[in-house]
């Protein structure tokens, strides 16, 4: 080999290699010892690389690789935990007890973990108290029994005049014990409900769900499953996946009374399914985005609350370098998705689905998991609007500065860091991983793979009807508006999804996402 050869080959050799261990990373169709060793002893990168020729990236849609998240997921984690201690980041108002509108009985938790205290509401800064906020009225908003929604929301907000305040920073996100069928049934509805006929099996072969075919819009690779429907349940699954890495970092052990990360956990829920974590950096790279994008607005915003302009200072100082570093990392590319003949049809299907996740959460018996539900299905749903709802012009603070809900900006930077966190409790497994009993973590987690139960249809399953009715109705008539063709979409969507309801009635055995028995 010539000189000049052997030089351009020390260049491209560190992203060769980044490039095959990445691919060893995220491959699921290696065997489950590979699948769980490929995970924990990968080694994240340290240097940003998302100038490579080809992005390694663990997404569609992305233009950066997921080791260039790792090698900004430091600094970011660090920054994003100190931000959220902050008074205008710690504090969120959140109705826990709302009536679940899918079933009646909501399995509620005695055990002491799953219990929270609020704080009354005169230990918070003014600005951020329900009469302050309640001046800033929209009356554009549809309202529901103690929440409401716009147009643009992928979410159900909490009134205003209903709910406690919580303090963050005082209750960690971790196992509380919450599991079994309680905890069965909320997956497993937000699954089934509301994933489009998709699943694990669906992405990973990619074979299509027959049921989630739309034509004309964008496709995933050379499938006829549309990217939009992949998207979405990857946001879910990673979201899923997530809570299931930060449960597994702080697990009580029962024999010392002490919080540690469970390793073992940690390998059952997510290492032996690679693909939950690289659904992980999908969600992070997501809001990194939504964040850059939303960067002037959030420098513009008024966080005074202590009255001390040297504390304000210092929220405004990490809040930029948190927008710095989404700057450079949040390379999602929004534009490809919603395109094509029915791609208002599409996003209100969308919209929909995920506005029943986040009404999902008032029926979690956990009052801890209920409120971090509330928090990270906000904080994404807040990320999608920005995304996929508002321009440029919209997102001007000197034009629009009433654009979002504090609750808005507080869940999106707090679901940030959860899934910096996630992505930094990664590396302490893999720490761990170094000194453990690697043959009997991987036959245990074998064994738990196999005895893992399908998701089946909850008999005690009561679909709000009338609330569907609604939002359906209110989904043609904005439709209508734009097209004719939409319309006819538009109804035709409804009358499939009501036969789809009615035949899944009688189904069973479907497999739909992370098989979990804890929230």
Known sequence: MRSGGLCRFALIAPTFLSFASASLLFDENAPLNSKVKNVLQYE?????????QVPTGPIDTTTCDFETVDSVNEELYSTLHDLVATPFFKYFRADLYRECPFWDDNGSCSNPGCAITSIDESNVPEP??????????????HSLPGCYYRDSDFCFLDDNSEGEYYDLSLIPERYTGYSGEDAQRVWRTIYQENCFGLSEANLISGKPAQS???PNTI????????????VYYKIVSGLHASISTHICSEWLNQATGEWEPNLQCFVNKVAAYPERLKYVYFNTVLLLRAMSRLGPYLSAYDYCSTGTHEDDLTTRTMLDKVIDISQHAG?????VLFRGDNANVLKEEFKTH????????DCIGCDKCRLWGKVQTTGIATALKILFELDEKALDPHTNANLLQRAEVVALVNTLHRFSESLNAVNTFRQMW?????????ADAEKSTETATSYRPASSLRIGTETRLIEACERVLRVCKDTTWGCVEALSKIWSE?????????TSDKAHGPGSSEL
């Open 219 to 230: 496709s995933n690779d050379d499938t006829d499953q549309c990217l939009e429907k992949r």
């Open 354 to 361: 995920f506005r029943n996740v986040t009404r999902i959460m």
């Open 498 to 506: 009501l036969i789809s309801k009615v035949s899944s009635a009688f």
């Open 44 to 52: 994240p990168v340290k240097e940003p690389l998302c100038d490579n």
């Open 128 to 141: 951020f108290r329900a009469t302050a906020l309640s001046k800033l009225g929209d009356p554009e908003h």
């Open 434 to 442: 170094g000194d453990a009993e690697k043959e009997r973590v991987i």
């Open 212 to 214: 989630a075919i739309i």
């Open 331 to 335: 390379k999602f590319d929004e534009s």
